[in-house]
C-alpha cells in the first residue's frame, strides 16, 4: 500500500524513504511523516483550521514553524558528522544526505538512522518547549542524539562492532 501511495501520489519527492529497522518503527513513520511535511507544526495546524496563538518557531521565534524547525538545530549535529550540507533546504533534502555522502550500504544505513533519531530528538525538544516549558540547550539535544542513535543502532545492528568512544566522534566508521 505504501509503495502504491508513493508512486501515485508523491511522484514529486526526489527522496525515497526508506524504512531502517536499526531504529523503532515509530521514528520510522516520524521520518516518513516529515519528508511528507505532514507533521503537525504551528503552520501546517494553521494550514488545516486550527487556531493558533502563533504560527511562529518555538526555537527561534522568527520564523514560521515548518521546516525551519529542524535545520536550525542540524547545524550542531552537521558540526558532530562533518558532513557538508550545503543546499539542503528542508528535512527531505537533509536525509539524502545519507544516501550520497557515503560509500558502503553499511556507513549508509548508520547515517540515515542517526538522521531519524535527530529528526526525533528535535521534535520531543520542540514539544517540550511547547507543552512543558522545558527548554533544552543544542548541546544538551546532540548528547542525547548520540546516546539514543548509539544505543538503538548497537542493539539492533548486531553485525556492528561499536563502542561509545569511537562513537562519539562520529560513527563514519562502522565495522
Known amino acids: ?77 552537521l558540526a558532530w558528522s562533518e558532513l557538508d550540507s550545503s543546499g539542503a533546504q528542508n528535512v527531505e533534502q537533509l536525509l539524502h544526505l545519507s544516501h550520497v555522502s557515503c560509500q558502503s550500504p553499511k556507513q549508509k544505513k548508520v547515517i540515515h538512522a542517526v538522521m531519524m533519531v535527530t529528526l526525533w530528538v528535535i521534535w520531543k525538544a520542540r514539544n517540550d518547549r511547547i507543552f512543558n516549558n522545558r527548554w533544552s540547550t543544542p548541546g544538551s539535544l546532540l548528547d542525547e542524539i548520540k546516546a539514543q542513535s548509539f544505543l538503538w543502532i548497537k542493539n539492533r545492528g548486531k553485525e556492528l562492532r561499536l563502542n561509545w568512544t569511537s562513537w562519539c566522534i562520529f560513527p563514519f566508521a562502522v565495522h
Request: hydrophobic share 45%; aromatic share 18%; with cysteine.
Open 1 to 77: 500500500m505504501r509503495k502504491l501511495w508513493e508512486t501515485s501520489i508523491c511522484k514529486e519527492l526526489t527522496y525515497k524513504h526508506w524504512w531502517n529497522n536499526w531504529v523503532p518503527i515509530k521514528i520510522n513513520f516520524f521520518g516518513w511523516r516529515a519528508v511528507l511535511n505532514r507533521l503537525p507544526t504551528k503552520s501546517q495546524l494553521a494550514s488545516r483550521g486550527v487556531p493558533m496563538p502563533s504560527s511562529f518557531c518555538s526555537f527561534c521565534g522568527q520564523w514560521e514553524e515548518n521546516d525551519l524547525l529542524f535545520l536550525e538545530v542540524w547545524s550542531v549535529w
